[in-house]
């Protein structure tokens, strides 16, 4: 068996439900240590919802004057859902048909197995490296994100560290290993909108103001605005609703008010000001009654073609032969809030096709190469 597929198995055998880290930190905290690591746990959040936290790094020769890649992940996972319908048990690592089953398999507790892995080989071969390496794991990236990752990354400002490259292990090859990384993500903004009507008998809607049929012109005005155009990293801004809501129970009451679910995923284009703003003047121009309270889940970001992005696409070519794909598609992660200390994030990882599904699973022979890469881009960037 691989060291790495080792790894990989003894971490998804932990259970590690969010904000859960079920002991995965701390066994790599022990490896790491070994390695020369300079590690540092921090707990936050409120009592019995406790986050997890490991920030570790080894220094390299050069001192400041090197550069610092870090490693980020995080080592909790979602909740299994129903456990009949699992072919076997989530935290027993099992083998078929060439693929590992477990939950965390691919999103991502791989991903970390073979940060690890390829960070002992590099040292092991390169033990005078000038860079510095580092690891940032968390224990709630899969829950509300707020006591895990922002919270170290303020620790690290206020202390003054410097990043100069991030790799983020999430899943993001979509048809073979390497063949797309993620050099940023959109922002997600959301709204829950409450038109304000008046409730009455609907025999005599003059009695009565309906919300819904007050909020449907400015809905449909909505649903045809172009945010924006987009760029050569983003598709353009896009805006959904997600649930509509309203009535009493009863068929013959004009109900009082409507309550309207809506996010945004937006470019680098737009701000969150200037998305609000706009919502608001189409709101107001139709006259309409209303409360409407947002939520920003994080900010885009994006990694530029440099560095980081040009040392990971001719690692991934020199191991898989694959040239790969810069992609900001998909959901947010952690790489948001990195982003504002670190000018260069990538995320990189194994193939994402059953992240969050029953029965997740990772293709074993992908496995060594993963980590192979992760190595070489150690080279490339520390020595």
């Not at 609907?202 to 449907?216: D, E, F, R, V, W």
Request: hydrophobic letters at 40%; charged letters at 20%; proline letters at 5%.
């Amino acid at each position: 068996m691989s060291r790495t597929l080792q790894l990989t198995e003894q971490l998804i055998a932990l259970r590690s439900v969010t904000p859960e880290d079920g002991g995965c930190q701390a066994l790599l905290r022990e490896r790491l240590a070994t390695l020369g690591f300079e590690c540092h746990t921090r707990v936050h959040g409120p009592a019995g919802a406790e986050v997890t936290n490991l920030w570790a790094v080894r220094r390299g020769t050069a001192g400041a004057a090197g550069k610092l890649l870090a490693f980020a992940g995080h080592t909790d996972v979602v909740p299994t859902g129903p456990l009949s319908q699992w072919t076997s048990d989530p935290f027993v690592p099992t083998h078929r048909d060439g693929q590992l089953y477990g939950r965390g398999a691919a999103d991502m507790k791989t991903s970390i197995a073979a940060m690890v892995v390829a960070v002992e080989e590099f040292v092991t071969a390169v033990p005078q490296h000038a860079g510095s390496v580092a690891f940032l794991l968390t224990s709630d990236e899969e829950g509300p994100a707020l006591d895990g990752t922002v919270r170290v990354c303020e620790w690290l400002r206020e202390r003054g560290e410097r990043l100069d490259y991030c790799v983020v292990g999430e899943p993001t090859s979509v048809d073979s290993l390497g063949d797309m990384i993620k050099n940023g993500r959109r922002g997600t903004l959301s709204g829950k909108l409450r038109v304000i009507g008046v409730q009455g008998h609907i025999a005599y809607p003059h009695l009565a103001k309906n919300p819904i049929h007050l909020l449907a012109p400015a809905l449909a005005e909505l649903v045809a605005v172009r945010w924006d155009e987009g760029n050569a990293y983003f598709p353009p801004t896009s805006w959904q609703v997600s649930n509509v809501h309203a009535g009493t129970g009863a068929g013959n009451v004009i109900p009082g008010d409507a309550v309207v679910d809506f996010n945004f995923r937006f470019s680098t284009e737009s701000t969150p000001e200037s998305l609000k703003a706009r919502v608001h003047d189409v709101l107001d121009r139709h006259g309409l009654k209303y409360e409407l309270a947002w939520t920003l889940g994080g900010e885009p970001f994006l990694t530029p073609v440099g560095d980081l992005s040009e040392a990971l696409s001719a690692a991934i070519l020199g191991v898989t032969g694959l040239t790969t794909e810069l992609s900001t598609t998909g959901g947010t992660s952690d790489g948001r809030f990195i982003a504002k200390i670190c000018p260069q994030v990538i995320e990189f990882g194994p193939l994402n096709a059953t992240i969050h599904k029953i029965d997740e699973r990772v293709d074993v022979a992908s496995l060594d190469p993963l980590k192979n890469i992760y190595r070489d881009l150690l080279v490339r960037l520390l020595t």
